[in-house]
């Protein structure tokens, strides 16, 4: 039988991974992921320093930092989708604000992407690979 360490590099533990992003104010954070965004509530909404929403199969938490300056906010997260058109469709629908460099187009490196900046400026970009390229990930 091989060693105890050699068992579990073989097992997948890393199996996940949630961004954590700075936010000013909870009730405005969530009203904009729940009702801007279509995302739900996830598990307790009783802290008052943090928040988690979720859609489909990805979670995003935030943690309060109520002296966070949006202009020097630096809040990144990249989320990937299997129907990209569909979901820029919905956001505009939704009357979503695009970032004014982020209009959904082709990437140089063979994504169809867009961004989008939340109320702390926070910038989602969502992504997906270009017809001509799904097999290649």
Known sequence: MPPLW????????LNDIVPKLPMRNKAVTLDYYINKLDFRLFGSPNYDDYLMVQK????????????????????????????????????????????PAGPLEIKPWGQREFSLLDPDSNLLTFGQPAESDKDQF
Do not use: C, S
């Open 6 to 13: 050699q068992l579990l590099i073989e097992i997948n533990m």
């Open 56 to 99: 489909d199969d990805i979670q995003i938490h935030f943690f309060k930092f109520e002296a966070l300056d949006p202009k020097e906010n630096y809040g990144q997260v990249y989320i990937r989708t299997n129907d990209i058109e569909e979901w820029y469709r919905f956001l505009l629908a939704n009357q979503v604000d695009i970032h």
